[in-house]
Each structure stands twice: as structure tokens, then as C-alpha cells.
Nanobody, 124 residues
Framework: QLQLVESGGGLVQPGGSLRLSCAAS????????MGWFRQAPGKEREGVSCISRGGGRLNYADSVKGRFTISRDNAKSTVYLQMNSLKPEDTGIYYC?????????????????WGKGTLVTVSS
């Protein structure tokens, strides 16, 4: 069974940057499409970005386009989320998730495995 552990969260000032990592253990990460989600205080969890098994297909929520970049290194069993130009509204718990059914592309629905999350706080 795939296990996911997020890291890299923290407190950052508006305009700053953070790089989140999602380390996977268990089956080969290349068998999974991956996604990053976030949940802000008092709000529902939302999809932020996703990446296909091989990394060739990417998707971003409109709110993060041009600021966030998702990538993956299957050899290191790790998925990354580079977050630049952070805003206070980016604050929340960020989760990594894996989809073992999707063969091509990526989507935010149907994730099979979830990490426990890492907290990102954007505040001055």
C-alpha cells in the first residue's frame, strides 16, 4: 500500500516562496497520477495541481496558475509543489494524493491514497 508524507510547509510572508515535497513509500510511484490539494480554515478541500504518471500532463487551479509548479521525480519517489508569489489566501493545509486508476492525464477526483498534510501559513 502506498504511503505519502508531505513536508516543506511553514510560515512565509506574502510574496515569498515555499517548496513542498511528497515522499512516497511502497509501490513504484510511476504507477500513480498525483495531486496536491489544500484546505483553508473553514473551507472545503480543493484541488491545486495534478500531474500524470510520467509527468507530461499537468493541471493547475486558476487561482495558482503562473505561481505554482508541480513536478515529480519517480526515481526518488517524490512529488514537488513549488509555490511562488504566495498570498494570504494560499494559507491552508496542503495534502498530497495518489490515483492508481488513471492511466493517462490527471484529475482531482478519485484519489486512492492521501498524506496527512503540511501546514502553509502566509502572513506578515
Amino acid at each position: 500500500q502506498l504511503q505519502l508524507v508531505e513536508s516543506g510547509g511553514g510560515l512565509v510572508q506574502p510574496g515569498g516562496s515555499l517548496r513542498l515535497s511528497c515522499a512516497a513509500s511502497g509501490p513504484t510511484l510511476g504507477y500513480y497520477a498525483m495531486g496536491w490539494f489544500r484546505q483553508a480554515p473553514g473551507k472545503e478541500r480543493e484541488g491545486v495541481s495534478c500531474i500524470s504518471r510520467g509527468g507530461g500532463r499537468l493541471n493547475y487551479a486558476d487561482s495558482v496558475k503562473g505561481r505554482f509548479t508541480i513536478s515529480r521525480d519517480n526515481a526518488k519517489s517524490t512529488v514537488y509543489l513549488q509555490m511562488n508569489s504566495l498570498k494570504p489566501e494560499d494559507t491552508g493545509i496542503y495534502y498530497c494524493a495518489a490515483d492508481r486508476h488513471r492511466v493517462s492525464g490527471c484529475d482531482y477526483g478519485g484519489m486512492d491514497y492521501w498524506g496527512k498534510g503540511t501546514l502553509v501559513t502566509v502572513s506578515s
